[in-house]
């Protein structure tokens, strides 16, 4: 009996192997492992692997294990071999072990940080994780037997989804949060649409009461009203960075829709890996950061043009100006940080019953624990495993950069040159900073040479790496300035190069020419560092990082330029198009959400899938369109309220006639049209 028994369960096991050797054979044959390549590979015996485990576990799980193994034909056994998964990153079926009675799912997963190889296995219902955990050398030798590679048992863990889930879909305060963060909002709003139908909300009486005046603000008519006005506000030049702003977040979701791949249950990441290092069309996927750095540059461009129009004048460049400027930043932001921060830890693991996530539990865990350092704005100084919301580290450098902007300021209105010299000076203090990080930490750009440090941690989300373009945007707002000055007061220099380019038209289209070539050459100049990765040594790898950001958005300002002094053309009609005006005031609460719903559409394939580039683009259009839909009803029932809350705010408490709230107009504006209509609150 026991000789027979022993024979089938070697047949079965070799079946069950059998599903693993032909997961390891991956389309792109240049990056296929053979099998005779694997480490520690040969034909093992269930019975073999069942010595190393039983004795590993004791009590009622040992003992079910052990009648699991033995008897493969009963209802355990039967429920391990069609409910596991048999290959990298196959979670095998979820639901239908949680649907027996005597069988329960646990998870597990070997993880590496950013990347981490799983696989679902189902156990009998009286294992528990803490049954499990001696198991846990012999679970890193079957992964690394599934990858094709050495698992050291410190990065494994096992994981009892069914527990996992009951634990988070209980009753919580986070979760009554979320929802009255939403609901009073809501039902004040919903009062308002109806007061505003009926027309309460007339002009003198919104004048005479305030209670009036803050109900208002909630109103979707009046909001929806306010979201399509297309009508100029700032000076028409300005309206191409909203064309930017769109543009830019599309290439951000794109370059995340491939991202989540690693995070998602994809069973072929090599071959996205090969497409990512060998194909030349994706260089503009692994410089979506790029995108990023476009947004600090427009950030740092209205940052300036906030900062100068309050300190024009004299009585208000005091630190009780700046302290106000960062309060009203720091409420105009809070809504939607928290209501991503609840969303996504309180919501987010709640509407689909699955495997537990790695990345999510992490960010669960870290937000329980250092939820502080997020709405402090300080996240990216820590561990990148401590971050809550990781991708928040682009507001948190935005917001620092906010800090300092007006001590950049303040100098110009003491001399240009003094100006000029401390941001060239902070510009020069950062690509510095970047190199010596850069160098002393042995950081590599090349995809196929992976660094041997954390890449993110140490220097994509530090502010003093970061800050250059930034640097930028305040620089290309101070041209902006000076061609509105009239030409008495313009600076010399300036108003000479622009002269030279208003006499010689042609000058335009080789600053279009030079600015595109600049562009695709740092966008594309990736590739040669993937394919060739041992032709680039450290200093070429420290020399590209510092400078390709920079190099970026110098080429976009050669593009953008003459139109923001009026003598652009086609570019200008196209980026400053009244369609992206709208869709423009959606970006804050986009670039929040747009992770959260990539993880929810990966969240719906329990089983997993394969990767391809046509899953990838219908991945990024449903994530486009799904977080933009969401962000308008954010943006209508949560932003837009605060911000004119905040403006009733700063009227009813500002002090001097010529206030922050004043038209802000550049400096002797040679015409009405350099005329900006718009407050010095909106800007912020």
């Not at 072990?97 to 990347?115: E, P, Q």
């Not at 941001?423 to 900073?433: Q, V, Y």
Request: aromatic share 16%.
């Amino acid at each position: 009996n026991q000789s027979m028994e022993a024979h089938f369960l070697k047949i079965a096991f070799v079946a069950f192997l059998a599903t693993f050797v032909s997961s390891m054979k991956f389309q792109n044959s240049t990056l296929s492992i053979p099998v005779s390549e694997s480490p520690n590979f040969g034909v093992f015996s269930l019975a073999q692997i069942v010595t190393q485990i039983i004795p590993q576990s004791e009590g009622l799980c040992s003992a079910a294990m052990q009648a699991m193994f033995t008897n493969p034909m009963g209802r355990q056994g039967m429920n391990f071999l069609l409910y596991s998964g048999k290959k990298f990153n196959d979670f095998g079926n979820y639901l239908g072990c949680k649907g027996t009675n005597d069988s329960r799912y646990f998870l597990a997963i070997a993880d590496f940080g950013y990347v981490s190889a799983k696989m679902g296995t189902c156990f009998p219902i009286e294992c528990h994780e803490e049954d499990l955990k001696p198991m846990i050398p012999t679970i890193a030798n079957i992964l690394g037997l599934v990858i094709g590679g050495y698992v050291p048992p410190q990065v494994v863990k096992v994981v009892d989804s069914q527990e996992r889930n009951r634990k988070l879909s209980e009753f919580n305060m986070g979760y009554l949060s979320f929802w009255l963060l939403i609901g009073i909002p809501l039902v004040i709003a919903l009062i308002a649409t109806v007061m505003d139908k009926y027309e309460y909300f007339k002009p003198d009486s919104l004048k005479d009461s305030s209670s009036l005046r803050i109900l208002h603000c909630f109103s979707f008519a009046a909001n929806f009203r306010s979201f399509f006005n297309t009508a100029n506000k700032l000076d028409t030049n300005l309206e191409i960075f909203n064309g930017l702003r769109v543009i830019g977040m599309c290439w951000i979701v794109l370059g995340h829709s491939h991202e989540i791949e690693f995070l998602a249950p994809t069973f072929n990441l090599r071959d996205l890996l090969s497409d990512l290092t060998t194909k030349y069309s994706f260089a503009y996927i692994k410089t979506a950061t790029l995108a990023v750095d476009v947004f600090f540059f427009i950030s740092g461009f209205f940052a300036a043009c906030s900062f100068f129009a309050a300190f024009k004048n004299p009585e208000l460049r005091s630190a009780k100006t700046i302290l106000i400027s960062y309060l009203y930043r720091y409420l105009r932001l809070l809504p939607v940080l928290l209501l991503t921060v609840l969303l996504f830890v309180f919501i987010v693991p709640t509407v689909k019953d699955e495997p537990a996530s790695p990345y999510v539990d992490h960010q669960l865990d870290s937000c329980y624990k250092y939820w502080y350092y997020t709405f402090t704005y300080t996240n990216n100084f820590g561990k990148l495993t401590d971050a809550c919301i990781d991708w928040t580290w682009y507001l948190m450098n935005d917001m620092q950069f906010y800090l300092v902007c007006p001590f950049l300021i303040l100098p110009f209105f003491a001399s240009f040159t003094i100006g000029f010299i401390v941001l060239a000076s902070c510009g020069a203090a950062s690509i510095l900073a970047t190199s010596i990080v850069y160098s002393y930490y042995g950081l590599h750009t090349s995809m196929a040479k992976p660094s041997a440090n954390d890449y993110y941690e140490i220097y994509y989300v530090k502010p003093y790496c970061r800050i250059p373009v930034y640097l930028l945007g305040i620089f290309l707002y101070i041209l902006y300035r000076e061609h509105n000055k009239i030409k008495e007061e313009a600076h010399r220099g300036l108003k000479k190069i622009e002269d030279f380019f208003a006499k010689y038209s042609v000058v335009k289209y080789i600053g279009y020419a030079v600015g595109l070539v600049v562009m695709y050459f740092t966008v594309h100049i990736i590739y040669w560092f993937d394919k060739y990765p041992n032709d680039w040594g450290q200093w070429q790898a420290t020399l590209y990082e510092v400078s390709f950001r920079p190099v970026f958005i110098i080429g976009l300002m050669l593009l953008i330029y003459p139109t923001l002094i009026g003598k652009g053309d086609f570019l200008g009609s196209l980026l400053g198009h009244p369609f992206f005006n709208p869709v423009a005031k959606l970006t804050y609460c986009v670039y929040m959400l747009h992770l959260a719903i990539l993880y929810v559409l990966h969240a719906i394939t329990l089983n997993g899938h394969y990767y391809n580039v046509s899953w990838v683009w219908y991945t990024f259009f449903t994530a486009l369109f799904v977080t933009y839909v969401i962000s308008f009803v954010g943006t209508v029932l949560l932003e837009s309220p605060v911000m004119q809350l905040l403006k009733i705010l700063q009227e009813n408490t500002r002090k001097p006639k010529n206030s922050l709230e004043q038209p802000l107009k550049p400096e002797n504006s040679a015409s009405p049209k350099g005329e900006q209509r718009l407050t010095l609150l909106q800007l912020l």
